[in-house]
């Protein structure tokens, strides 16, 4: 079956992150550091939740969605473009390219809304700690996390939708290391308005809902615990906060710099560097700074340590 009405491109070159020689080799090694540190952080931290019960908490319930997204968004895209750091030519197929497009857009909205589920769980608990089991309840984290799927299913398939009715002819060369939707815009023989939108439309409620969602609960959270009279108090609760708030500012700062802007706007290159930030580095450092500084986890990887040894 063709890939669509029209269409005459039915595989795409990725032309990646550049295109100086001497820097494949080392951005090759870099990625694939970052990567099995990606992969073990993440997979890791899934497995020390489920194999402790003391961890089966809300926190924790969403920190384990968190941590099985980081690591499933992250192999989206990262083993095509190690592959295309040590090969000549980067062909990626038209509809291997949608398919990337459909499960990287799915990932990165899953993970929008864990965050922000996150968000109004650490509101609850410093503002409502006495409500806490009842407002958190398994039911209510329960949906929650299939509102963050529903919402991330629907976003994909508006921008894998959109996408397939372009016509491309013959500009197939695709400036980016992945199937993205401003660079594959730009290679469309037909008009994007729609497109751009679509994208502007889904990106915005995407990003401006979850941030102000976010915002109003650190504003509430700010002020319960400016009427916090101990500083042994205050610096308990900005500790439980701080990791999440720079996860956040990362994620949402960069997501922001990439897709509320036109594609006209800005270059491929600044976008390609701003990609980097939520598909490498945010997916590398969520499990580092939601467990290195977390005393739960601290002691649950202890004792699965001491049992092993024993």
Do not use: W
């Not at 870099?30 to 931290?45: A, I, K, P, Q």
């Not at 990932?107 to 996150?118: N, Q």
Request: charged share 10%; with cysteine; hydrophobic share 45%.
């Amino acid at each position: 079956m063709p890939p669509g009405n029209g269409t005459f491109v039915t595989e795409f070159i990725l032309l990646g992150l550049t295109d100086q020689p001497d820097l494949q080799l080392p951005l090759f090694f870099l990625f694939l550091g970052m990567h099995v540190v990606t992969v073990l952080g993440n997979l890791g931290l899934i497995i020390l939740i489920v194999l402790n019960s003391h961890l089966h908490t809300p926190m924790y319930f969403f920190l384990f969605n968190l941590s099985f997204t980081d690591l499933c968004y992250s192999s989206v895209f990262t083993p095509k473009m190690l592959v295309n750091f040590i090969s000549k030519k980067n062909i990626i197929s038209y509809m291997g390219c949608m398919t990337q497009l459909y499960f990287f857009s799915f990932f990165i909205i899953s993970e929008i809304y864990i965050l922000t589920s996150m968000a109004y769980d650490r509101y609850v608990a410093i503002c409502k700690p006495l409500l806490y089991n009842i407002v958190m309840s398994p039911k209510v984290c329960s949906s929650l996390m299939l509102g963050s799927y529903l919402m991330a299913f629907s976003g994909a398939m508006a921008h894998t939708g959109c996408m397939l009715r372009l016509t491309f002819c013959d500009a197939n060369i695709i400036n980016h290391y992945f199937c993205d939707v401003h660079p594959l815009l730009q290679l469309s023989c037909t008009s994007t308005y729609v497109n751009e939108l679509v994208v502007f439309i889904v990106v915005g409620i995407n990003i401006i809902v979850p941030s102000l969602t976010i915002f109003i609960s650190y504003g509430l959270i700010l002020t319960n615990i400016l009427h916090i009279r101990s500083m042994e108090g205050r610096s308990k609760a900005f500790s439980t906060c701080s990791s999440h708030i720079i996860a956040v500012s990362l994620f949402f700062g960069s997501c922001t710099f990439m897709y509320l802007k036109p594609s006209s706007v800005g270059s491929l290159d600044e976008r390609k560097i701003s990609s980097l930030f939520y598909t490498n580095v945010v997916a590398m450092m969520n499990p580092l700074i939601y467990s290195l500084r977390n005393k739960d986890v601290k002691i649950a990887l202890q004792r699965n340590l001491s049992r092993r040894l024993l």
